[in-house]
């Protein structure tokens, strides 16, 4: 069987890197005022960060049904016996949920994984995935692997301002006045299907030594079994210039010296609800290559 692996730029994963690692990738819309854009297609993470430096209203959506079904059509015609498709958590998005029902008629040939992921720990699914399928592995036993390992993840994001969790109605323009007066910073926490509050600190380097703290306990605790080589610690963010991204990987590099912690930028859904400046790091377990 030729199985082909797909995801969508929720991952992370577009342009000329998930092309060179040869994954397909749906973009995702994002609606900057009355105008919708397509992620890694046609508005890239500045312009996103500039509208919202800008105030504009900003928001994020799933693909339309008609964009799906050509997307998986246009992988089948280059020869492909199966797809795998990893989107964002059901728990975040009702893409995957939608994925599902309309992949039901293509009588197993599009095989939709739930593993309850984004960002980074998306992006280890879909690599996992990959390597998978290049083991001879078919489209319905990649999808058992990662949907087995969904919860073995944990993202950690910082808010430097409530702006757009205010627009996005996720807290009262009370809470976010309150906030903003005490400097409080929000630490959300993915793990699995929510976004939840994991902390609230004074000033984004608190919440920067809360997250690095708790990353750190994941590694003792729900990790403490698993080798290095196993895991990978990352870190993500809606920064506005690479000198302040490369800055927060540099204070998680330090903390975790047996790792390579890379940098990736927050996918626009994420960005249109935690908006600009906000840091991320996460851990998460996959199977070293």
């Given at each position: 069987?030729?199985?082909?692996?797909?995801?969508?730029?929720?991952?992370?994963?577009?342009?000329?890197?998930?092309?060179?690692?040869?994954?397909?990738?749906?973009?995702?819309?994002?609606?900057?005022?009355?105008?919708?854009?397509?992620?890694?297609?046609?508005?890239?993470?500045?312009?996103?960060?500039?509208?919202?430096?800008?105030?504009?209203?900003?928001?994020?959506?799933?693909?339309?049904?008609?964009?799906?079904?050509?997307?998986?059509?246009?992988?089948?015609?280059?020869?492909?016996?199966?797809?795998?498709?990893?989107?964002?958590?059901?728990?975040?998005?009702?893409?995957?949920?939608?994925?599902?029902?309309?992949?039901?008629?293509?009588?197993?040939?599009?095989?939709?994984?739930?593993?309850?992921?984004?960002?980074?720990?998306?992006?280890?699914?879909?690599?996992?995935?990959?390597?998978?399928?290049?083991?001879?592995?078919?489209?319905?036993?990649?999808?058992?692997?990662?949907?087995?390992?969904?919860?073995?993840?944990?993202?950690?994001?910082?808010?430097?301002?409530?702006?757009?969790?205010?627009?996005?109605?996720?807290?009262?323009?009370?809470?976010?006045?309150?906030?903003?007066?005490?400097?409080?910073?929000?630490?959300?926490?993915?793990q699995g299907d929510k976004l939840d509050i994991h902390a609230k600190v004074r000033g984004m380097r608190q919440a920067e030594r809360n997250m690095i703290e708790a990353v750190k306990r994941d590694r003792q605790t729900r990790f403490g079994d698993t080798p290095d080589e196993c895991l990978l610690v990352g870190t993500a963010g809606t920064f506005e210039t690479p000198?302040?991204?490369?800055?927060?990987?540099?204070?998680?590099?330090?903390?975790?010296?047996?790792?390579?912690?890379?940098?990736?930028?927050?996918?626009?859904?994420?960005?249109?609800?935690?908006?600009?400046?906000?840091?991320?790091?996460?851990?998460?377990?996959?199977?070293?290559?």
């Amino acid at each position: 069987m030729k199985v082909a692996i797909a995801t969508d730029t929720n991952s992370g994963m577009m342009g000329q890197v998930a092309a060179e690692k040869g994954i397909y990738v749906l973009p995702m819309p994002v609606t900057v005022e009355d105008k919708t854009f397509l992620e890694g297609s046609d508005i890239t993470h500045a312009q996103l960060y500039q509208a919202m430096r800008l105030h504009k209203r900003i928001s994020s959506s799933q693909p339309a049904p008609g964009q799906l079904v050509e997307f998986w059509d246009s992988i089948l015609e280059e020869g492909y016996d199966q797809v795998v498709y990893i989107p964002m958590s059901s728990g975040l998005s009702n893409s995957c949920s939608t994925a599902i029902q309309f992949a039901q008629a293509y009588g197993g040939r599009i095989q939709v994984v739930d593993n309850h992921r984004i960002s980074v720990t998306q992006a280890t699914s879909v690599l996992s995935a990959k390597r998978l399928a290049e083991q001879g592995c078919g489209a319905e036993e990649i999808k058992a692997c990662l949907e087995a390992m969904a919860y073995d993840a944990s993202i950690y994001i910082a808010v430097d301002s409530m702006e757009y969790l205010k627009k996005g109605g996720r807290i009262t323009p009370a809470a976010a006045a309150f906030a903003s007066v005490l400097n409080l910073k929000p630490v959300l926490t993915i793990q699995g299907d929510k976004l939840d509050i994991h902390a609230k600190v004074r000033g984004m380097r608190q919440a920067e030594r809360n997250m690095i703290e708790a990353v750190k306990r994941d590694r003792q605790t729900r990790f403490g079994d698993t080798p290095d080589e196993c895991l990978l610690v990352g870190t993500a963010g809606t920064f506005e210039t690479p000198e302040m991204a490369e800055r927060w990987r540099q204070l998680v590099q330090a903390e975790f010296p047996t790792f390579s912690v890379a940098y990736f930028q927050l996918p626009c859904s994420i960005a249109s609800h935690v908006g600009i400046n906000a840091a991320g790091t996460g851990i998460v377990k996959w199977e070293a290559a």
